[in-house]
């Protein structure tokens, strides 16, 4: 077995049983507690629709808190879409669940994610900063948000190390194999490093985001309270 | 004046209502060893666990936005202030102790036991320096409700017994003597008598049936007694069956500032009963802003199911009355700004209430800036108006208020909350600053047709 088939397949299976179980896991332990019944009168009882206007309503500051945070999220904006473009729209990535699933979508010209892991690595280091020079921020970090950042990064690095050639012609399905494939199981192995470490660290946010979102939504709008 | 607690002597004599500065600090109740202390707050906020807890112990990104919503980081701009940070030891209990990875941390020692002395640093942070107001919340890009996590790490805090010297002082004093300021039956039924005499007007106490019960805070009692004069003005214009009970009017609750659950629960069901043997079909909830809270949200669980009557705050009351057409009032004719109660308008979701009132009343309305919902706490909530040791900050903080309301250019200031008066009375002695805030409810009824 070579070390890409060994990457490809038991090391990625376990990661992607770790990353799955573990989410499922982290998940259960927070509603596995029993729920106290809330007696008091409801002002409203919309608490599902609450709940998703939540999540609407926290995706971008508030007026009264644009001008101090507003710098700050925009740049997560942009490294979250950076991201997001890099992972489900670059053609090698479409082929690669395509071979798993066999589910596929077009992918986007290979410049547009190009640009997109530019954003996303650029905005990276600038959030890296950020928490190292902010005072509230170094206050509040921990070695789970330096090394969520590390396994965020490195997928981004040791891809673009694996692409030595334009990767043509876009937007076709990838081929099986580039020319460099040590530098591919690298990067394989540094995605399923990610994939091992979400559901223990901050990562989880991806999902823990509308949770929390959905809980606050459903309880202040009960209250008819300002979301 | 009843104060007859020589231990922890009230002071009637300053801008604030609290017990005197003490002349040596007492910040930690009881002989437990610093082991069993612990210990027992540790049990306290696993006891209060819950998926909405756990959801939000979880989901901190550590942006710190929320430092920006806080009148004390505001102020100082020291990073300890910053809400979520807070609650760092019951971070690291809950992923020691009730985490889904907690067994991972305990069999690694990755997250060590919480100890005595980290309760104890950080105990300014969790009484001092946060008024539970909930503006971080609005900020939090996760929506995390840290106000609701700061009041359940108040539990562990006080059954670890290390709760701020005149908190403590005044919670007691309230489950001992009914009333956190002295405000006992006996000086209540004094207070009735002379503002009836003084003012010729019925305040109907004790009476069998009503279908209105009234309550207080003893804030009101014994520094604005006025406010007692006007609800019993309104309510004559209004015809309504009411009444005070000596059994049940305190309506603040020392119990959920301190984080006592047990004294929360007995000042909760004391007016409840008062209200059931009554037969009111609604409770009146005075001008104070966590009084909302602990009963309008929170009454019904120490009851144990829903309450047999409507609970309302005076403005939401109010309101109801100008909107059906039975308050009868004259024009105010002038520009008016409102500071919105933290508990009544952004976590009570009664922010609408006191406008509709003053609409009803002719006021030219001129809201501040980041008003309503994102309104700036005044510094004296949460129980924070009570320790000396905050009053240097506290004063910081109220700046943010008066420059709030200085831009509103408003001609009056009013609002609908005594904690708010006094802070308000206080930051105003303090600074020399020649506004005064008004009572919504005082500035209502002398504005009744007669």
């Known amino acids: 077995m070579t070390l890409l088939e060994f990457v490809r397949g038991p090391v990625f299976a376990v990661s992607l049983a770790v990353f799955l179980l573990g989410t499922a896991w982290r998940l259960y332990g927070i509603f596995s507690w029993p729920s106290k019944p809330d007696y008091s009168e409801p002002r409203r009882t919309d608490t599902a629709a609450g709940a998703c206007r939540a999540i609407l309503r926290h995706m971008w500051p508030r007026r009264e808190f644009q001008r101090s945070g507003g710098a700050q999220i925009a740049n997560a904006y942009a490294y979250h879409i950076g991201l997001f473009l890099v992972v489900f729209t670059f053609a090698p990535h479409i082929g690669f669940v395509r071979r798993l699933t066999g589910i596929a979508w077009p992918a986007l010209p290979d410049a547009v994610t190009y640009l997109a892991t530019a954003v996303a690595i650029v905005g990276l280091l600038i959030a890296l900063m950020s928490r190292l020079t902010n005072g509230v921020q170094r206050l509040l970090s921990n070695f789970d948000d330096y090394f969520s950042w590390v396994v965020t990064m490195l997928p981004l690095v040791t891809g673009m190390a694996v692409l030595e050639r334009p990767y043509v012609p876009a937007p076709v399905i990838a081929p099986a194999l580039p020319t460099n494939v040590a530098f591919l199981a690298i990067h394989l192995l540094s995605l399923e490093l990610l994939f091992v470490w979400f559901p223990f660290g901050k990562l989880m946010h991806a999902v823990l985001a509308f949770v929390s979102r959905a809980r606050t939504g459903a309880d202040f709008t009960r209250k008819g309270v300002a979301l | ?450």
């Open chain 2, 1 to 450: 004046m009843s104060d007859i607690d020589a231990t922890h002597p009230l002071d009637f004599d300053a801008p604030r209502l609290t017990v005197k500065r003490p002349a040596v600090r007492n910040d930690a109740q009881g002989t437990a060893s610093d082991a069993e202390r612990a210990s027992r707050a540790m049990s306290a906020f696993v006891r209060d666990m819950s998926p909405g807890v756990a959801t939000y112990m979880e989901s901190c990104i550590h942006c710190g936005h929320c430092a920006e919503a806080c009148h004390f980081y505001q102020v100082s701009h020291e990073p300890q202030f910053t809400p979520i940070w807070k609650l760092k030891p019951f971070k690291q209990a809950y992923k020691r102790e009730a985490g889904p990875y907690a067994w991972f941390y305990r069999m690694f020692g990755l997250k060590p036991p919480v100890t005595a002395d980290e309760l104890r640093d950080w105990q300014e942070l969790l009484y001092d320096t946060c008024t539970m107001c909930g503006r971080c919340t609005l900020a939090c890009p996760m929506g995390i409700d840290i106000a609701g996590l700061v009041g359940l790490a108040r539990h562990a805090m006080f059954a670890a017994g290390l709760v701020p010297h005149e908190l403590w002082a005044v919670a007691e004093r309230a489950e001992r003597e009914g009333s956190p300021l002295g405000a006992t039956p006996k000086v209540l039924k004094e207070r009735i008598a002379w503002l009836e005499d003084e003012h010729g007007i019925e305040i109907p106490l004790d009476r069998d049936r009503a279908d209105v019960l009234v309550t207080l805070s003893s804030v009101e009692i014994m520094k604005y007694p006025g406010s007692i004069v006007a609800v019993a003005r309104v309510m004559k214009h209004l015809a309504c069956d009411w009444s005070l009970r000596s059994d049940g009017y305190e309506a603040t609750n020392f119990g959920l500032l301190s984080g006592n659950l047990e004294w929360q629960r007995d000042m909760s069901l004391r007016l409840i009963r008062a209200a059931e043997a009554c037969g009111a079909k609604v409770l009146i909830l005075p001008e104070c802003g966590h009084a909302y809270g602990a009963l309008r949200w929170q009454g019904a669980q120490a009851y144990g199911k829903p309450l047999p009557f409507r609970v309302l705050h005076i403005s939401e009351f109010l309101a109801e009355q100008a909107r059906a057409g039975r308050l009868r009032l004259k024009p105010l004719g002038k520009s008016v700004t409102f500071h919105d109660p933290c508990q009544v308008s952004r976590r009570g979701g009664a922010t609408a209430a006191p406008r509709e009132l003053l609409h009803a009343l002719g006021a030219k309305l001129r809201e501040m800036p980041d008003t309503g919902d994102a309104n700036w706490c005044c510094g004296g909530g949460g129980g924070v108006v009570t320790i000396h040791r905050a009053d240097e900050l506290r004063h910081r903080a109220f700046e943010i208020k008066m420059k709030q309301v200085e831009a509103s250019g408003a001609e009056v200031l009013t609002s609908s909350c005594s904690n708010c008066r006094l802070t308000f009375d206080d930051g105003a002695a303090h600074f020399k600053w020649p506004r005064k805030l008004e009572s919504l409810l005082e500035m209502t009824a002398d504005r009744l047709v007669d």
